[in-house]
Nanobody
């Protein structure tokens, strides 16, 4: 079992910002492709952003220019800064880790993930 603990979700008006955090073990943090996927009610899981062990990042097209994935190596912590939030960003967001595959947002849904944190964007 891979420890992944998310925090930082909440409710925000459209156009606002939130920052999600995810703490994991040093072993996972240093070796895995990590990132975030989301699942809106009644919809399939969607990879949002991924970062590989070398620090390269990729994003799903719908969040490019608005979301930024980053990490704090000293704290084994992953972040997702979400700006200019839209109604369609409303979902449960999961921190995930996967290894052995090409590091993309879509690949994250096939790895391990945490309990999730809810993000609700209202008008």
């Amino acid at each position: 079992q891979v420890p992944l603990e998310e925090s930082g979700g909440g409710s925000v008006q459209a156009g606002g910002s939130l920052r999600l955090s995810c703490v994991t073990s040093e072993y996972t943090y240093s070796r895995a492709c990590m990132g975030w996927f989301r699942q809106a009610q009644g919809k399939e899981r969607e990879g949002v952003a991924a970062i590989d062990s070398g620090g390269s990042t990729t994003y799903v097209d719908s969040v490019k220019g608005r979301f930024t994935i980053s990490q704090n190596n000293a704290k084994n912590t992953l972040y997702l800064q979400m700006n200019s939030l839209k109604l369609e960003d409303t979902a449960m967001y999961y921190c995930a880790a996967v290894s052995g595959v090409r590091c993309t947002p879509a690949a994250l849904v096939f790895g391990f993930w945490g309990q999730g944190t809810q993000v609700t964007v209202s008008s």
